[in-house]
């Protein structure tokens, strides 16, 4: 069964607007967290935004937001003010724990995302 | 702190032929992720140790695949024999998970690119 569902495979956003990249998630466990990274087209993953699943506020890290709705099971990235070299995969991933107690990652298929000028 | 390490970048080998790949994660962290990356599957969880004993090999694809974490601070991915299906990103990945109510991000190395001929 798909744990982490994005079901955007590419979207395109105007430069300096706002775009929202949508994530839904699927666990039993209470406690997990909930991650973006971000894949140019260089190759490596960067880290941007993370939710704990007992976090009362949305996290937000300058201009990425991460809109947590826990009763819909949605964690969707939001970048405001779109940038040029925001072009790139998205990647949502939720870290769970395990039947045997341990913890894993695991990641959605991406989002590409466009950024025209 | 030097981030995860892989070797090699990228390695071209012909099929048949037993390929090996390396990872040294940041130290003091107590997870190593191994994971694939190809267009028509995205990320793909292959195994990952914690506290360098295997924790969930259910990824690897079949018996031509094996991993090994001798200590905390190396781990292989051998394919032997290899086949062109193999071709792809191998990315190596550590974390610190021990406290659930931090984010214990994944930290990436930067890839090795495989292409099986």
């Known amino acids: 069964a798909q744990k982490i569902t994005q079901t955007q495979p590419g979207m395109f956003v105007q430069e300096k607007e706002a775009v929202t990249l949508d994530c839904t998630y699927d666990?039993?466990?209470?406690?997990?967290?909930l991650f973006w990274y971000k894949q140019p087209s260089s190759g490596e993953m960067i880290f941007l935004i993370y939710q704990g699943s007992y976090d009362q506020q949305n996290a937000t890290e300058g201009r990425y937001s991460l809109n947590f709705q826990k009763a819909r099971k949605s964690a969707n990235l939001v970048i405001s003010a779109s940038q040029l070299g925001d072009s790139a995969m998205y990647f949502c991933a939720m870290r769970e724990r395990t039947q045997g107690g341990s913890e894993k990652l695991v990641f959605g298929k991406g989002t590409k995302l466009t950024v025209n000028p | 702190d030097a981030g995860v390490i892989q070797s090699p970048r990228h390695e071209v080998t012909e099929m048949g032929q037993e390929v090996t790949l390396r990872c040294k994660p940041i130290s003091g962290h107590d997870y190593l992720f191994w994971y694939r990356q190809t267009m028509m599957r995205g990320l793909e969880l292959l195994i990952y140790?914690?506290?360098?004993?295997?924790?969930?090999d259910s990824g690897m694809p079949e018996d031509r695949f094996s991993a090994k974490m001798p200590n905390a601070s190396f781990s292989t991915l051998k394919i032997q024999p290899s086949e062109p299906r193999d071709s792809a990103v191998y990315f190596c990945a550590s974390s610190f998970f021990r406290d659930r109510v931090r984010s214990g991000e994944l930290f990436f190395g930067e890839g090795s690119r495989l292409t099986v001929l």
């Open positions: 666990t039993s466990d209470p406690s997990y967290g």
């Open positions: 140790f914690n506290n360098n004993v295997p924790i969930d």
